[in-house]
T-cell receptor
Framework: AQSVSQHNHHVILSEAASLELGCNYS??????LFWYVQYPGQHLQLLLK??????LVKGIKGFEAEFIKSKFSFNLRKPSVQWSDTAEYFC????????????FGIGTKLQVIP | ETGVTQSPTHLIKTRGQQVTLRCSSQ?????VSWYQQALGQGPQFIFQ???????GRGNFPPRFSGLQFPNYSSELNVNALELDDSALYLC???????????????FGQGTRLTVV
């Protein structure tokens, strides 16, 4: 079955610390990968996406992710977090098929302490 | 803002009742998907509508049904509500890009349904 695993459910960091959130997806052929962010009380927003090409993807707000096909991983990184990055982060995968089903991980709650 | 709007924002229903949730997709998008996000979980795919027909469904019973209208707006209907149906229901819109692919999905703010 198609699945997405996120390694950390709750992460607490101090401002200016570096962030890496782990994500693994199950094999299923061609896959598009996403990281979404959900700020408190707001809708899911797309941080970045990987469809093909350069495996190092840059997104909004200084986030980047690296697609490593051999490890089925798509980890999210940010060199220096800010208090405003406090949110829940979801890794997601969309497998090729007859319809667009996005499979989400359980989410990682990030708390940044000033 | 994504351009995807959902109504209502909050709803309280009694077990056994029926509910209808609404979604207006982003301009130019012809595909709508619905997701259920239970507390502490990631969104789970319910189904997708393309050209007014359901063309994909997740692991949800038939009492979850939907409609897509010619203007690409959509409804999610849930019959015989159960306590476990309490969740945030998200609508996402996108477009079919040809050769089996879709553009990225844009999500609405969701409808928080509480079943008591």
């Amino acid at each position: 079955a198609q699945s997405v695993s996120q390694h950390n459910h709750h992460v607490i960091l101090s401002e200016a610390a570096s962030l890496e959130l782990g994500c693994n997806y199950s094999y299923g052929g061609t896959v598009n990968l996403f990281w979404y962010v959900q700020y408190p009380g707001q809708h899911l927003q797309l941080l970045l996406k990987y469809f093909s090409g350069d495996p190092l993807v840059k997104g909004i707000k200084g986030f980047e992710a690296e697609f490593i096909k051999s490890k089925f991983s798509f980890n999210l990184r940010k060199p220096s977090v800010q208090w405003s990055d406090t949110a829940e982060y979801f890794c997601a995968a969309q497998y090729s098929g007859g319809y667009q089903k996005v499979t989400f991980g359980i989410g990682t709650k990030l708390q940044v302490i000033p | 803002e994504t351009g995807v709007t959902q109504s209502p924002t909050h709803l309280i229903k009694t077990r056994g009742q029926q509910v209808t949730l609404r979604c207006s997709s982003q301009s130019g998008h012809n595909t709508v998907s619905w997701y259920q996000q239970a507390l502490g979980q990631g969104p789970q795919f319910i189904f997708q509508y393309y050209r007014e027909e359901e063309n994909g469904r997740g692991n949800f019973p038939p009492r979850f049904s939907g409609l897509q209208f010619p203007n690409y707006s959509s409804e999610l209907n849930v019959n015989a509500l159960e306590l476990d149906d309490s969740a945030l229901y998200l609508c996402a819109s996108s477009s079919y890009a040809g050769t089996g692919g879709w553009t990225e999905a844009f999500f609405g703010q969701g409808t928080r349904l509480t079943v008591v």
